[in-house]
C-alpha cells in the first residue's frame, strides 16, 4: 500500500535526481552517472539506484539529458516509403530495439523530388544523434554525412559505410534449390523493380542456383501484389515453377495463375520471398523465403548505438543476417 502511495505521489509531482539519490543513499553525481549509462558504477550501486527510480517513479527528461551529454538519444529514419510490407516491418524493428535502449525515432520520408541530401539535413535540424537509412533510399547514399553517425540497410558495399543486409542471394538460391530438388528443370522469376539492391541479390541468387540450367527472361514487378498480378500473365505456358521476388507479389501471382486456370502447386509451384505474416494463409499457403526483421533492426541500431556513443569496435563494417527457407504448401513435384 505504502509503494502505491509513493507511486501516486510520483505522477502528481515530478521526481528529481535528488529524490533517487536520498532514497537510494547515493550522491546526485552517481545518480547521474547511473541515468547516462555511465560504467563508472559498481554493480550493487547501479541496482539500488534503479530501484529507487522504479520505486519513486522517477522518469529521465529529455532535454535536460541532452544539456548534459550532448546528445538527444533519438534516431533518425530515413526510408523512400512506408507503403511496403519490407520497409513497414524494418521500422517496426528498429523503433523496438531502439526503446530497450532509451533512444526515440524520427522518421523522414521522401516525398516527391526530396532526396537522402534533404532528408539528413532535415535530421540535423530535429539533432538526431545518427541515423539509419533503409532499402530502397540507401541507393542515393554515396557517403555518410558529416557529423552524423550512419547506418545502411540493404546496401551494395561502399567505404566508409556501417551496412546491415539480409543475406538476400543466399535466400534466392535456396528457394531455387528447393524447387529444383522436386524435379522441375529450372525456375522463372517474378523480379523486383530495377535499382533495388534487394530485387539485384534475390536475381543474384536465382541465377547463380540456375547455373548450367536454361535460365529464363524474369519478368519484374515493383513490389506490389498487383504489379504480379500484371507480370504472370506473360509467363511461359510451359513453366512450371516461378520464384517471386517477395511475398506480395507471389500473392499478386497466385491469383493470376489462378485466374488462368493454372493450379498451385498442381501445375505451377510458388516460391515467395520475407515470409509476411499473412503468407501462411495464402491459398494456398506460400512457401517463402523467411527474413529475420527483428535481427536486422537489432543488428542495426545496436551499430549505430555503438558508434554514437564510441563504443570501441564500432568502425565500418558489413553484416549480414541469415534467411530461412519455410516450406508450405505452394510447391510440390512437377506435372508429369
Known sequence: METDRTAQDARRTRVSMADVAA????????????????PRVDPATRLAVEQAMARLGYRM????????TGRTHTIGVVVSTLATVGNFRMLQALTDAAATRDYAVTVVTLGAGATVADAFERLRDQGVDGAVVLNEATA?????PTGLE????????????????????????????HLLALGHRTVHHLAGPVGSFAAAERERGWREALAGREVPEPLRGDWAAASGHRAVAALDADAT???AANDQMALGALRGLAGSGRDVPGRVSVVGFDDVADAADYRPPLTTVRQ??????EHAVAALVAAIEGAAGAASRAESVPTTLVVRESTAVPPA
Not at 61 to 68: D, F, G, K, M, N
Not at 140 to 144: G, K, N, P, R, S
Not at 166 to 173: L, N, P, V, Y
Open 140 to 144: 542515393a547514399v554515396t557517403d555518410a
Open 23 to 38: 532514497a537510494a543513499g547515493v550522491s546526485g553525481q552517481t545518480v547521474s552517472r547511473v541515468v547516462n549509462g555511465s
Open 61 to 68: 527528461h529529455r532535454a535536460a539529458r541532452a544539456l548534459r
Open 150 to 177: 550512419l547506418v545502411v540497410v540493404d546496401a551494395p558495399p561502399e567505404a566508409g559505410l556501417r551496412i546491415v543486409q539480409s543475406d538476400h542471394a543466399g535466400g534466392a538460391r535456396a528457394a531455387v534449390e
Open 241 to 243: 515453377a516461378l520464384f
Open 292 to 297: 529475420d526483421f527483428d535481427a536486422l533492426g
